[in-house]
C-alpha cells in the first residue's frame, strides 16, 4: 500500500486543521493507521491510532484536542486538530499496518510497516 499524508499548513495558535491519510494500492479497510510527528530532533512522537475494526487510541497529551477517525470508502484516515497550539508544530506522519493495533502497540512506531511521506504543521502564537 502507498500513503499520501496531505492537510498541512500555517494556523495561528487555537485555530484547526485535518490532515489525510490516503492509501492506494490495496484494500483500505484492511490497515490499521497511526499518526505520528517529529518537531526538531530525533523522535517521532505518537499521536492517536485507529485500528481496522474502528477502535480509536489517544497521546494523553492531545486527547480532546486530536480526533482520529477513518473512511474506508474514501481510502482515508483523517487527523482533526483542533485548539493548535505553538508546539504542535511538526511534521505529521501517518503510518499503516494490517495488524490490529491496540493502545500499547498503536504507540510503537515499529508497528507500522508503511509510512507516508509526512506534511508540515506550523503554529504561530
Known amino acids: 500500500v502507498q500513503l499520501q499524508t496531505s492537510g498541512g499548513g500555517s494556523v495561528q495558535a487555537g485555530g484547526s486543521l485535518r490532515l489525510s491519510c490516503t492509501a492506494s494500492?490495496?484494500?483500505?479497510?484492511?490497515?490499521?493507521v497511526g499518526w505520528f510527528r517529529e518537531a526538531p530532533g530525533p523522535a517521532r512522537d505518537y499521536l492517536a491510532a485507529?485500528?481496522?475494526?474502528?477502535?480509536?487510541y489517544y497521546e494523553d497529551s492531545v486527547k480532546g484536542r486530536f480526533t482520529i477517525s477513518r473512511d474506508d470508502a474514501k481510502n482515508t484516515a483523517y487527523l482533526q486538530m483542533d485548539n493548535l497550539k505553538p508546539e504542535d508544530t511538526a511534521v505529521y506522519f501517518c503510518?499503516?499496518?494490517?495488524?490490529?493495533?491496540?493502545?500499547?502497540?498503536?504507540?510503537?512506531?515499529?508497528?507500522?510497516?508503511?509510512w507516508g511521506q509526512g506534511t508540515l504543521v506550523t503554529v504561530s502564537s
Open positions: 503510518g499503516a499496518t494490517t495488524r490490529g493495533v491496540g493502545s500499547y502497540s498503536g504507540a510503537y512506531g515499529g508497528t507500522y510497516d508503511y
Open positions: 494500492g490495496d484494500t483500505f479497510s484492511r490497515y490499521s
Open positions: 485507529i485500528s481496522w475494526g474502528g477502535s480509536k
